[in-house]
């Protein structure tokens, strides 16, 4: 007998195309939404890097904190040191993302405007990298632990620190040129304000989960911060900036 072409409920009729297909069985559709597999990899060696350190860490570590083999790390960082220096990318390419708009505007104040915008841009660069650290305070460890030995890994420091300090510091060494501040080390005072901001991040971290006393430590540092910028690039007779 020949078969019939009309839907056993009658509600379409023959050939509609529209109609909605039924799902094969198998595996479940990929939630485009969730962090990628390399990115769950950084996230969780980031951490564990910044805890204990590159040599306290394996690659098994790693794996068993994503919840996958460790072969599919290796599929995707073949070596410790590759994931390594992926974690410091990582971490660069966010600080760098927020850093560059006040970097650009304290340049553009170093070539254009008078010595007190100058020291109010300064004052605007410093906040965006203490906030940046306190946001990712998994940066300071990470590289507290990879200063830890000053002979290791020099290269972390050539591509993922130096750029941006050395941008500060010629723009600093401009401003002084240019007779709007009295700068003879910039990359003295720099390397102060980086490691006082790392410093604040670990006093914060040494106090626990004081969410009262982390807010008032915040606001201390930070007119701490704009004191030493005020005092440090003080206009003659001027006092600096009361930003």
């Known amino acids: 007998m020949r078969k019939s072409t009309e839907n056993k409920g009658g509600e379409e009729g023959e050939g509609n195309v529209s109609a909605p297909r039924a799902r094969r069985r198998g595996r479940p559709p990929r939630d485009h939404s969730a962090p990628s597999t390399p990115d769950r990899i950084l996230a969780e060696a980031t951490d564990l890097f910044a ?3 590159a040599d ?8 068993t904190r994503v919840g996958i083999d ?13 994931l390594y220096d992926a974690c410091f990318a990582r971490v660069f390419e966010l600080e760098q993302a927020t850093l560059t708009p ?3 505007a304290f340049l553009a104040a170093v070539r254009s405007e008078p010595a007190g915008d100058v020291v109010g841009a ?6 965006a990298f203490v906030d940046f650290l306190d946001e990712h305070p998994q940066t300071t460890f990470l590289w507290l632990r990879r200063w830890l030995d000053p002979s290791l890994h ?3 420091d050539e591509a993922y620190s ?10 600093l060494l401009d401003a002084a040129t240019r007779g709007l501040v009295v700068e003879p080390t910039p ?3 720099v390397r102060s304000l980086v490691w006082a901001a790392h410093g604040h991040v670990t006093a914060l971290s040494a106090r626990g989960g004081d969410a009262v006393t982390a807010d008032r430590e915040r606001r201390e540092f930070r007119a701490y911060a704009h004191r030493f910028v005020d005092r440090l690039y003080a206009t003659p007779g001027g006092g600096g900036s009361t930003g």
């Open 56 to 63: 306290g860490v394996s690659m098994r570590d790693i794996a």
């Open 187 to 189: 990359h003295i005072t």
């Open 154 to 156: 020099l290269s972390l």
């Open 102 to 104: 006040p970097v650009r």
């Open 162 to 171: 130096l750029p941006i300090y050395g941008e500060i510091e010629r723009a």
């Open 122 to 127: 300064m004052h605007d660069l410093v906040d």
């Open 51 to 53: 805890r204990h350190g």
């Open 70 to 82: 460790v072969s599919s790390v290796h599929h995707h960082f073949p070596s410790k040191a590759s």
